[in-house]
T-cell receptor, first 109, second 116 residues
Framework: QKEVEQDPGPLSVPEGAIVSLNCTYSNSAFQYFMWYRQYSRKGPELLMYTYSSGNKEDGRFTAQVDKSSKYISLFIRDSQPSDSATYLCAMSGGFKTIFGAGTRLFVKA | GAVVSQHPSWVICKSGTSVKIECRSLDFQATTMFWYRQFPKQSLMLMATSNEGSKATYEQGVEKDKFLINHASLTLSTLTVTSAHPEDSSFYIC????????????FGSGTRLTVV
C-alpha cells in the first residue's frame, strides 16, 4: 500500500463547476498537509498548507483535512480554465514528505 | 515570497556527457535543498537531500556517483548528471523548505533533460 493515494484523473469539468480533489494516506505520523499546483513543464507551486484537521480557505480554494479518516481534500469553487493543471497533495511528518501522484484537471471554457 | 531559481529550464545532451543543473534560493538562505525527478504523469520522486557544507543524503536506489550534488553555499545547490544515458531523460526539480522543515516548500521551475 502506498503511503499516499491520489487518483491521477484526468478530471474534466465545465467552467464554473466546483472541483473536489482528494488524497488518502496511511501514515498517522503526517502532521502537515499541502496542495501544490503544477502547470505543464513547470515546477509545482504551493497553493495551500494546513496543519491538523479542519478547513482552511483562501479565495476560491478550500483545503480540508480529516485526520481521523486519513483523508484530505481540495475544493475549487467557480473553476476557471486557468485552473487546468495537475494538483499534487503532499504530506509531511517525521522529517519526511511524500507527494501524491497528482490529479490532472481540465476546466473547459 | 520565496523564490528558487533553477537553470537551465531544458537541456539536450549526448550520451556519455555530463550536465549540471543549478538551483539558487533568492532572498532567502537554504541550508537544505531537495532534488526530485519526475517522469511524465508520475509524481515527484525524491532523489537526494542536499545539505550546505556537508555531503548529500541519497535515497535508496539513487547512484551517488552518477548524480553528484554540491551545496557549497547557503543559496546554491547543483546537481550534475554524469555520463548521461537516455534513461536519465526526465524532469528534474529542486525545492527548498520555506515553511519550516515540516512545512511548505518552494520549488524551482524544473529542468527538462533529454539525452540523445
Amino acid at each position: 500500500q502506498k503511503e499516499v493515494e491520489q487518483d491521477p484523473g484526468p478530471l474534466s469539468v465545465p467552467e464554473g463547476a466546483i472541483v473536489s480533489l482528494n488524497c488518502t494516506y496511511s501514515n498517522s505520523a503526517f502532521q502537515y498537509f499541502m496542495w501544490y499546483r503544477q502547470y505543464s513543464r513547470k515546477g509545482p507551486e504551493l497553493l495551500m498548507y494546513t496543519y491538523s484537521s479542519g478547513n482552511k480557505e483562501d479565495g476560491r480554494f478550500t483545503a480540508q483535512v480529516d485526520k481521523s479518516s486519513k483523508y484530505i481534500s481540495l475544493f475549487i469553487r467557480d473553476s476557471q480554465p486557468s485552473d487546468s493543471a495537475t494538483y499534487l497533495c503532499a504530506m509531511s511528518g517525521g522529517f519526511k514528505t511524500i507527494f501524491g501522484a497528482g490529479t490532472r484537471l481540465f476546466v473547459k471554457a | 515570497g520565496a523564490v528558487v531559481s533553477q537553470h537551465p529550464s531544458w537541456v539536450i545532451c549526448k550520451s556519455g556527457t555530463s550536465v549540471k543543473i543549478e538551483c539558487r534560493s533568492l532572498d532567502f538562505q537554504a541550508t537544505t535543498m531537495f532534488w526530485y525527478r519526475q517522469f511524465p504523469k508520475q509524481s515527484l520522486m525524491l532523489m537526494a537531500t542536499s545539505n550546505e557544507g556537508s555531503k548529500a543524503t541519497y535515497e535508496q536506489g539513487v547512484e551517488k556517483d552518477k548524480f553528484l550534488i554540491n551545496h557549497a553555499s547557503l543559496t546554491l545547490s547543483t546537481l550534475t548528471v554524469t555520463s548521461a544515458h537516455p534513461e536519465d531523460s526526465s524532469f528534474y526539480i529542486c525545492s527548498a523548505p520555506t515553511g519550516g522543515l515540516e512545512g511548505g516548500y518552494t520549488f524551482g521551475s524544473g529542468t527538462r533533460l533529454t539525452v540523445v
